[in-house]
């Protein structure tokens, strides 16, 4: 639990699937995870979810709940204004909403932060019709709630959740909707901000103007957070990044100047890469170090979506679409196969069949708290 702070903050503003914050990435990081942290995390008011989705988002496709796939980050509440500048510079969400998530916005506005309880008598809803209307909404990044279980419960669909009197209270309060705490508009959330597909419609929200994350505070935030996820950094990262981040030429400037300040360093970390690089004080001798290690036939495997996936960005080869139920496995540091919609596959060009103990290593799921929440590739 003590360690939990430090790895979000690696972690601070990546989009990562839904599903796979408690099922992969947390879990990897942290031994033993339960997921009791992450719920004091957001409960004491230090961490926050959220989910940035731009319009062009929503103008795909119509979102109707959160799927494991939703893009979803956790940010530190201080944090939350700077980040939601950033995404909000993108455009929002303009796209109709439906009546009931309609109600649920023009209820969260008038009366504020709310249990689930008092938003299903005030906004005239059915528990089942709530929790359809709220997982529309966190869908498209207008609201959010006090504790990660509220996320958590719409990721499972509710014929597994089970009543009450079937399980434990512990595990009620896990997956229960009616304990993620009050639930709440996002910043630029509201029905000022969509356009609801009943009678009455409203007007769109005024965006921010274009630029509007570019300021030297908050590009110099977004460089550190990127060195300190990845230790080096270089423009082929930003394709593991949200498309609403600062642009690379925005960024090089800061890292020039941190360089030149020298808390950073600049120079040729990793081979095959064109263009200028920077990496941590600290990271240096650790790049050297991996440089001289003997292969040891270690394993590792990592979901896809995961930020330690950058199979195509660094090295040949196609990427691993960042889902939340396909693998990727390295051996000593280097991607060898992967799950990819259910089938292993190789990515080291080798024409020997896949080991087997790869195929066990990438299709055994992590041990989830709950099963509820147990990853299943496939």
């Known amino acids: 639990a003590e360690a939990l702070p430090g790895v979000l903050a690696q972690l601070e503003g990546f989009e990562c699937a839904a599903a796979a914050w408690e099922t992969e990435v947390l879990p990897a990081r942290l031994a033993d995870y339960s997921i009791h942290w992450l719920d004091e995390q957001c409960r004491s008011g230090r961490i926050v979810w959220t989910r940035f989705a731009p319009a062009s988002t929503a103008n795909r496709e119509r979102a109707a709940s959160p799927v494991r796939s939703t893009p979803v980050v956790l940010l530190p509440r201080r944090g939350l204004a700077l980040w939601s500048r950033l995404a909000a510079a993108t455009g929002r969400d303009t796209a109709h909403t439906s009546s009931r998530a309609a109600a649920v916005l023009e209820y969260l506005r008038r009366n504020g932060a709310s249990f689930f309880d008092e938003i299903a008598e005030g906004a005239h809803l059915l528990k089942v019709e709530l929790e359809e209307a ?177 199979v195509g960005i660094l090295g040949g080869g196609a990427r691993v679409a960042a889902v939340a139920r396909s693998r990727i496995l390295y051996l000593d540091g280097m991607p060898v196969a992967a799950l990819i919609g259910g089938q292993c596959v190789r990515l080291d060009g080798a024409a020997e069949p896949l080991p087997a103990t790869w195929r066990q290593r990438l299709t055994t799921g992590r041990r989830s708290y709950i099963p509820e929440l147990r990853a299943e590739p496939g």
């Open 134 to 310: 709220l997982g529309e909404l966190v869908a498209r990044g207008l609201v959010n709630a006090d504790s990660f279980a509220g996320l958590r419960a719409l990721l499972v669909p509710a014929a597994r959740r089970g009543g009450r009197r079937g399980r434990s209270y512990r595990r009620a309060s896990l997956l229960g909707i009616e304990d993620a705490g009050r639930w709440a508009l996002t910043p630029g959330g509201g029905p000022a901000t969509l356009a609801s597909d009943g009678p009455a419609e409203t007007k769109p929200a005024t965006l921010p103007a274009a630029g509007v994350g570019s300021d030297p505070e908050t590009l110099e935030h977004v460089a550190r957070t990127l060195l300190r996820r990845y230790g080096v950094v270089c423009w082929r990262l930003l394709a593991r990044e949200a498309a609403w981040l600062p642009p690379w030429r925005e960024l090089l400037r800061v890292l020039r100047r941190l360089e030149a300040r020298g808390e950073i360093r600049g120079g040729r970390f990793i081979a095959g890469l064109s263009g200028e690089q920077f990496a941590l004080t600290e990271a240096v001798p650790l790049l050297r170090k991996a440089r001289s290690r003997e292969r040891a036939g270690q394993e590792v495997v990592v979901a896809a979506a995961d930020p330690l996936n950058l």
